[in-house]
């Protein structure tokens, strides 16, 4: 069986930099499992896994812009201390949870506090970055109607 949408991937992976430095990677724990077609993971891999079957292998580099896009300095921000209401202490490196401008959930990142500004990133940490994935298809299946419904795999940790 061949990977296309509606199909349920699982795969071993590695993603690194450019330069080789491993970013993530599944091996010492579970081959990652996805429902192909349903943007569960980022467009470049997606393109690039369509069509092989199980044991193969494929090493590939996605650019930024199909993998976790560009880095966008306006999503870089100073904001009062006072936004972080009933947060005992804000620190660099601390993530929230935020909406964007468009109203979509975003993840930021404090960057920087000085005395009651606070600056925050709202750039994926790995955005504007081209990376390289060496991926290992274990196994492709239909996926169930319910995974199809939800639109991701159904396993131990979820709750539907």
Known sequence: MSIANQKVVTMDFKVSDTKGQVLDSSEGSEPLVYVHGANNIIPGLEKALEGKTVGDQVNVEIIAAEAYGEYHDQMVQEIPMEAFEGVEKVEPGMAFHAESPEGHPIQIIVTDVEGDKVTVDGNHPLAGKDLVFDVTVK???????DELEHGHVHGPSCNH
């Open 139 to 145: 196994d492709v299946r239909d996926a169930t109607a």
